[in-house]
């Protein structure tokens, strides 16, 4: 593995690993591989649930509980992470989501809206609380960095998608217009990444999420994006190479969101067969 301790002495506070398999596992690894000191916080069912005290030990880093929709519990988390750092943060990673309505399969057209609106308030005001809690305590250091993981649906709508699309629209959203005030006012960036479909606990109560891998799979010039490639941009984002990079949606994703049609899924695809069907010769 490479490191080229893009983050040294950097201070960073990390949403959202569960297990192994979790983004956040692969970007908190990175970040400490490359330098970072680092805090990670999950809500109580995950850390009860999951394996997330393995990284803490791994990474050798502290592991505090929080429901990121719960603004005491953000103060609180705030206040023992500056705590223990010494001074403020550089860098944070929101890697946190959850829908209701895909966990108990409803479809866009037949949602419960108090799971909408728990899908809203998990997957994208949470950033806002994370931010507006940070701000007013003054925890993010000048020049810090916030990256939110995010997902194509926010500007085209996807199968099996259903009220996530929506929250990943306002998670951007929010992104550049706390952004523009956090920008002027303390120099801090705020982006987005949007990653290539990837299996995790996240994804598991998606149906058809192996198919929608292989299309992507296929639909994409350099294929999916790995786990790791998303490390990897979040470190940049996060490093001193990108201070003025904000306000911006960077898209981890081998090519998919900009290609029209690749070779691969014509030569791969059941449109082979349509080869030797009479009425599709040319
Ligand atoms: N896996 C993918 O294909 C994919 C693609 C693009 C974007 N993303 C995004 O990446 C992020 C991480 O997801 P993942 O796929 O790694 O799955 P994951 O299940 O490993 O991570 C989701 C995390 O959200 C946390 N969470 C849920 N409710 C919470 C709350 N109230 N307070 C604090 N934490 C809470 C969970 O405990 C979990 O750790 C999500 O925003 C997801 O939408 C995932």
Redesign the pocket.
Known sequence: MYTHQLLEGKKGLI?????E?????HIAERCHEEGAEIVL???S??IQL?D?KRLAEQTNSPLIE?????ITQLQSLFEQTVNYFGGQIDFIL?????SPNIRRKRRYDDVNYTYFQQTL???AL?LHKILQVAKKMDAIAEWGSVV?????AAERPIHGYVD?GDA?AL?QSICRTFGLVYGAEKHVRINT???????????KSFGE?KIMQAFTEDMSPLGNAT?DSCADVCVMLFSDYTRYVTMQNIANDGGFAAAGLTDSFINNSKFVQLREDENYKD
């Open positions: 949403f959202g690993a569960v297990d398999a979790s983004l956040a596992w916080t999950n809500a069912f995950a999951g997330v929080c429901d990121a929709t719960d929101h890697a946190v989501a959850q308030d998990t997957s949470s939110a993981l995010s997902y194509l996530m990943k998670l990444v949007s990653q290539s479909p990837t299996r995790t606990n996240a994804t999420f786990p």
